[in-house]
């Protein structure tokens, strides 16, 4: 992660801690977002803030390699499936599948795990699958949030529409999750001011002091941007 994207999960971090939210979600609406990185970035964040922080993952599918860890709901209590990492936060990993996700489903029940059963966290951050294009067996990421304080978008920028996005805040609110803000990552986005750098300079080969000059100036413009 560049310090881009570590200045926008700062900034997030600091307006959640204003609205005073202990459970955050974060979820794109479609797949390919960089969800699972910004989570983890954030859960870093407040760990290394000296508050005790945990990630819980329940973005797999049940193919997904977890490992003997994996919280499996239903059969025992999730604080006993915690184990630590070397960003400082901890780690919760839940076991999907047909059995599994429909425990999600019940809002109430999944609210009180994370106020009762991991009550010794300050912070819980919660890595979930996309809310569209999802494979079928994943946890219903909306049901999830539904058992939040706030939930996070996590946008790839250049590559979804605002009615798209529009759709995703709709069906969020619906559900009773609480979106609070969304987060763009670049994920290959490529802004117009670059792509006219790149033209320039092939076009104006013959005069590269030129080429360059007029590539700075698409690159620092807002409108290009």
Same mark, same amino acid.
């Given at each position: ?9 700062e900034?997030?971090?600091?307006a959640l801690?204003?609205?005073? /939210? ?5 979820? @794109?609406?479609?797949p ?5 990185a910004f ?16 990630? $819980? ?13 994996a919280w ?8 006993l ?9 901890a780690?919760?990993?839940v076991?999907?599948g ?5 425990f ?11 106020e009762?059963?991991? !009550? ?8 979930? @699958?996309?809310?569209f ?5 994943? $946890?219903?990421?909306?049901? /999830?949030?539904? @058992?939040?304080?706030?939930? /996070?978008? $996590?946008?790839r920028?250049g ?7 529009r759709?995703a $805040?709709?069906?969020a609110?619906?559900?009773?999750a609480?979106?609070f ?7 290959g986005y490529?802004?117009?001011g670059?792509?006219?750098?790149? !033209?320039v300079?092939?076009l104006?080969f013959?005069?590269p002091?030129?080429?360059k000059r ?6 620092? !413009?807002?409108?290009?941007?």
């Open positions: 992660m560049d310090d881009a994207y570590m200045r926008a999960a900034q997030a971090i600091l801690r204003r609205a005073e /939210v202990r459970t955050i979600a974060f979820a @794109a609406p479609e390919g977002s960089g969800t699972s989570a983890a970035l954030a859960a870093s964040v407040l760990a290394r803030s000296g508050q005790p922080t945990l990630l $819980v993952d329940i973005s797999r599918t049940p193919q997904d390699p977890t490992g003997g860890m499996i709901p239903g059969q025992e209590e999730a604080k499936k915690t184990t630590r990492t070397r960003a400082d936060f780690r919760l990993v076991q999907t047909a059995d599994v996700r429909f999600f489903d019940n809002a109430e029940w999944f609210r009180n795990v994370l009762s059963d991991l !009550s010794s966290y300050d912070y819980i951050v919660l890595d979930l @699958a996309p809310l294009d999802r494979p079928d067996d994943t $946890v219903n990421p909306l049901a /999830v949030a539904a @058992a939040c304080d706030a939930l /996070v978008l $996590v946008c920028r590559g979804l529409t605002k009615e798209r996005l759709s $805040v709709d069906m609110r619906t559900t009773g609480r979106p803000g969304i987060l763009m990552t670049q994920g490529t802004s117009p670059e792509e006219i750098a790149r !033209s300079r092939k104006l013959f005069a002091w030129l080429a007029i590539g700075r100036r698409a690159r620092a !413009s807002e409108l290009l941007d």
